[in-house]
């Protein structure tokens, strides 16, 4: 079955140290991930996305991942917290079996709080 | 250019009866897809529509219907609501349907059945 799972509820960092935020997945085929963030009582933004390529991909926000086949993750990472940066992070990856729609499987979401 | 709005923003409703939600997705854009969240999971796949056809649909009951019309905006309606369909729902739009295609989301609707 195609899955992701995000392993961490919670993650906590303090300001200017360096953040992940862990993603696996389980699917068929080559992946295509996505990154998302929602602030409280907001909709999701879209922070990158893998489809092929280079393994690490740059997004919005000074966020980048690494996607690694072999350990089959997609981890979010950022050099320097901030404050801002504190909200729900949520990883997604296409579901590509054709009856499926290939709709996008979610995570259940990882909670940063980032500490000043 | 505007990002996908959705409308209404808040709504509060009792069992039974109906509700319409609005979105309109940024402009270019031709598919949009439907989502349930649940305080505390993940978005959960209702509908998509691609030039005004259905492309794909989740594990939702048959209360739950959608249109696309010809200016892409969208419509969901859900019958008979019931208490379980309290949630945030999300408008999300893309350039087309394929896998690649980045979807990007409107605030939602916050619905709350009474």
């Known amino acids: 079955a195609q899955s992701v799972a995000q392993p961490e509820d919670q993650v906590n960092v303090a300001e200017g140290n360096p953040l992940t935020v862990k993603c696996t997945y389980s699917?068929?085929?080559?992946?295509?991930l996505f990154w998302y963030v929602q602030y409280p009582n907001r909709g999701l933004q879209f922070l990158l996305k893998?489809?092929?390529?280079d393994n690490l991909v740059k997004g919005s926000y000074g966020f980048e991942a690494e996607f690694n086949k072999s350990q089959t993750s997609f981890h979010l990472k950022k050099p320097s917290a901030l404050v801002s940066d504190s909200a729900l992070y949520f990883c997604a990856v296409r579901d590509m079996h054709a009856g499926n729609n290939r709709k996008l499987i979610w995570g259940l979401g990882t909670s940063l709080a980032v500490n000043p | 250019d505007a990002g996908v709005t959705q409308s209404p923003t808040h709504l509060i409703k009792t069992r039974g009866q109906h509700v319409t939600l609005r979105c309109s997705p940024i402009?270019?854009?031709?598919?949009v897809s439907w989502y349930q969240q649940v305080l505390g999971q993940g978005p959960q796949f209702i509908f998509q529509y691609y030039e005004k056809e259905e492309r794909g649909r989740g594990n939702f009951p048959d209360r739950f219907s959608a249109r696309q019309f010809p200016n892409y905006s969208s419509e969901l309606n859900v019958n008979a609501l019931l208490l379980g369909d309290s949630a945030l729902y999300l408008c999300?739009?893309?350039?087309?349907?394929?896998?690649?295609?980045?979807?990007?989301f409107g605030p939602g609707t916050r619905l709350t059945v009474l």
């Open positions: 999300a739009s893309s350039r087309g349907s394929r896998e690649a295609d980045t979807q990007y």
């Open positions: 402009s270019g854009h031709k598919s």
């Open positions: 699917v068929s085929g080559n992946p295509y």
């Open positions: 893998y489809i092929t390529g």
